[in-house]
């Protein structure tokens, strides 16, 4: 199994649209980076309009690598979804395509054993993205902006907080939030290996899982009670962004944080619970599946 991953890993790195992914995150963050080394003040100050008056702030310390970072990851990973869809959604069908999954089948290989190693691969290049995103958006950012205390804008209610974490109780939350954006872009890759089985090409299942994170998505976002009720718990986009809870910090009844604190992390577990769960669910169906279809090519 372990040269099957190792062949499998290497035809990724043969593929065109793997560098490309990675292109595209190393475009993204350096524009951002860009953009605040040029005017970062006026984003600053949008932000604080409301607090200027009870807030005092050192705008030229609060734009710091970590600040880059969170911002960075805040847009970038609704678009990462689609770059793993890239590989994992060409995982069976590439093979179809070329022709190659029938010749593959008649080697020493169940069929149990090459979805398995198609998912690992994938899992992998998951990591991987993930690893670069971390490189480019958090430690060169650190390099070009320094570090300083990083503040998080959020909106609470119908109420606006920033939150104030310390320098030296940053860098493990960062470390915690790529691991669980890991576990949430596997769900990507499970779903779009999933699709791929039922197609001979891999724009199709590329597409249909870009579509599904896309409808999922607005459906997650829409405040209807019926919806949040009945719907929401159920679709694996609600727990995409569940990473920021890593940055919610936990703070003492007069409102002063707690150092190493996160302020619901029975939410974090129960989401990781069940992005693991749509994981295996959505491995088990694609192994049975699998298992079943004629390969006709």
């Given at each position: 199994?372990?040269?099957?991953?190792?062949?499998?890993?290497?035809?990724?790195?043969?593929?065109?649209?793997?560098?490309?992914?990675?292109?595209?995150?190393?475009?993204?963050?350096?524009?951002?980076?860009?953009?605040?080394?040029?005017?970062?003040?006026?984003?600053?100050?949008?932000?604080?309009?409301?607090?200027?008056?009870?807030?005092?702030?050192?705008?030229?310390?609060?734009?710091?690598?970590?600040?880059?970072?969170?911002?960075?990851?805040?847009?970038?990973?609704?678009?990462?979804?689609?770059?793993?869809?890239l590989i994992a959604g060409d995982a069976i069908s590439g093979e179809a395509n070329m022709g190659t999954l029938r010749l593959i089948l008649t080697k020493p290989v169940s069929r149990t054993e090459l979805i398995l190693v198609k998912?690992?691969?994938?899992?992998?290049?998951?990591?991987?993205?993930?690893?670069?995103?971390?490189?480019?958006?958090?430690?060169?950012?650190?390099?070009?902006?320094?570090?300083?205390?990083?503040?998080?804008f959020r909106v609470k209610g119908e109420e606006s907080q920033i939150l104030q974490i310390t320098k030296d109780d940053v860098m493990w939350r960062y470390f915690a939030a790529f691991g669980y954006a890991a576990v949430a872009l596997t769900v990507i890759a499970a779903l779009a290996m999933l699709l791929s089985i039922f197609a001979e090409n891999s724009i199709g299942p590329i597409i249909a899982t870009v579509c599904i994170v896309i409808v999922c998505t607005v459906v997650s976002n829409i405040n209807?009670?019926?919806?949040?009720?009945?719907?929401?718990?159920?679709?694996?986009?609600?727990?995409?962004?569940?990473?920021?809870?890593?940055?919610?910090?936990?703070?003492?009844?007069?409102?002063?944080?707690?150092?190493g604190s996160l302020e619901n992390w029975p939410a974090i577990r129960n989401s990781l619970y069940i992005l693991i769960g749509h994981i295996i669910l959505l491995l088990g169906i694609s192994v049975f599946l699998f298992r079943k279809k004629d390969i006709l090519s």
């Amino acid at each position: 199994m372990l040269r099957l991953l190792q062949i499998e890993l290497y035809k990724i790195s043969k593929r065109p649209r793997t560098y490309i992914a990675f292109a595209a995150i190393s475009a993204i963050v350096f524009i951002f980076q860009f953009a605040f080394k040029a005017d970062g003040e006026s984003y600053m100050n949008l932000m604080l309009q409301n607090v200027q008056d009870s807030f005092s702030l050192d705008k030229t310390k609060a734009i710091n690598g970590y600040f880059m970072c969170y911002i960075i990851l805040n847009t970038l990973l609704v678009q990462v979804p689609i770059l793993v869809a890239l590989i994992a959604g060409d995982a069976i069908s590439g093979e179809a395509n070329m022709g190659t999954l029938r010749l593959i089948l008649t080697k020493p290989v169940s069929r149990t054993e090459l979805i398995l190693v198609k998912f690992l691969a994938s899992f992998i290049f998951t990591v991987m993205l993930l690893v670069w995103m971390a490189i480019m958006a958090l430690f060169v950012s650190m390099f070009i902006f320094g570090v300083d205390d990083m503040l998080i804008f959020r909106v609470k209610g119908e109420e606006s907080q920033i939150l104030q974490i310390t320098k030296d109780d940053v860098m493990w939350r960062y470390f915690a939030a790529f691991g669980y954006a890991a576990v949430a872009l596997t769900v990507i890759a499970a779903l779009a290996m999933l699709l791929s089985i039922f197609a001979e090409n891999s724009i199709g299942p590329i597409i249909a899982t870009v579509c599904i994170v896309i409808v999922c998505t607005v459906v997650s976002n829409i405040n209807v009670p019926i919806v949040e009720r009945n719907v929401k718990p159920w679709l694996f986009t609600s727990y995409l962004v569940g990473w920021k809870g890593f940055f919610y910090i936990g703070t003492t009844e007069d409102g002063e944080p707690i150092k190493g604190s996160l302020e619901n992390w029975p939410a974090i577990r129960n989401s990781l619970y069940i992005l693991i769960g749509h994981i295996i669910l959505l491995l088990g169906i694609s192994v049975f599946l699998f298992r079943k279809k004629d390969i006709l090519s």
